[in-house]
């Protein structure tokens, strides 16, 4: 059973970058498709990106497209989430998610394996 941790959240200004990690321990993440997620407070979690292992095929939410872009580093068991052009209605605790399927109509009740969550602030 893979387990996962993320890292690399934290205050950022408006317009800046981050970069989130997802580290897959104890088992590979090849065969999974991983997914980012969003929870800001008070607001549903929401998905923010799911890229599919079997093809690579990713989808982003239009609220993220052309700013935010996720990548797989097999090598390293881990995925990452570039996050640029951040505004303030990307603060969120950002959590990845993993599981056995492909990622065409995703949503967070399909996913059984998730990281502990990163937080993750624009604010100038």
């Known amino acids: 059973q893979v387990q996962l941790a993320e890292s690399g959240g934290g205050l950022v200004q408006p317009g800046g970058s981050l970069r989130l990690s997802c580290a897959g321990l104890g088992s590979t993440l090849d065969f999974y498709a991983i997914a980012w997620f969003r929870q800001a407070p008070g607001k549903e979690r929401e998905g923010v990106v799911c890229m599919s292992s079997s093809d690579g095929s990713t989808y982003y939410a239009d609220s993220v497209k052309g700013r935010f872009t996720i990548s797989r580093d097999n090598a390293k068991n881990t995925v990452y989430l570039q996050m640029n052009s951040l505004k303030p209605e990307d603060t969120a605790v950002y959590y990845c998610?993993?599981?056995?399927?492909?990622?065409?109509?995703?949503?967070?009740?399909?996913?059984?394996?998730w990281g502990q969550g990163t937080q993750v602030t624009v604010s100038s």
């Open positions: 998610a993993a599981e056995l399927l492909h990622c065409s109509n995703y949503g967070p009740a399909l996913f059984g394996t």
